[in-house]
């Protein structure tokens, strides 16, 4: 089987922060599910991957906390896909602020 690419590696470690987010105020509207789905599909996300990103949504259960190191370098792609998802139910959530914030200290 191929070794993950670069950028499968950096994907899905956006779509753990997105899922994080999502799920920072107890509750996962449709919308962001929709676009967490969406991104992942559109890139390209491996099943297995994929398979454990949807049943996190089903179930409600954290993702594993993501390599914010290997975020760091593409800090602007990561938060390109943060609006997205906020802009999709269009909420910002006290937890969801509070989160962000924090994403933006770590990242720079």
């Given at each position: 089987m191929a070794r993950p690419s670069e950028d499968d590696l950096f994907n899905v470690e956006v779509?753990?922060?997105?899922?994080?987010?999502?799920?920072?105020?107890?509750?996962?509207?449709?919308?962001?599910?929709?676009?967490?789905?969406?991104?992942?599909?559109?890139?390209?996300?491996?099943?297995?991957?994929?398979?454990?990103?949807?049943?996190?949504?089903?179930?409600?259960?954290?993702?594993?906390?993501?390599d914010l190191a290997l975020l760091k370098g593409r800090s602007d792609e990561v938060f390109e896909a943060v609006q997205a998802l906020i802009a999709s139910d269009g909420e910002l959530r006290a937890e969801e602020r509070e989160m962000l914030e924090e994403l933006r200290l770590i990242l720079g």
């Open positions: 779509l753990k922060v997105m899922l994080q987010l999502a799920q920072s105020d107890q509750r996962v509207d449709p919308r962001e599910a929709g676009v967490i789905l969406g991104a992942a599909r559109s890139w390209g996300v491996p099943e297995p991957e994929l398979a454990a990103l949807k049943k996190s949504l089903e179930a409600g259960a954290p993702p594993p906390a993501p």
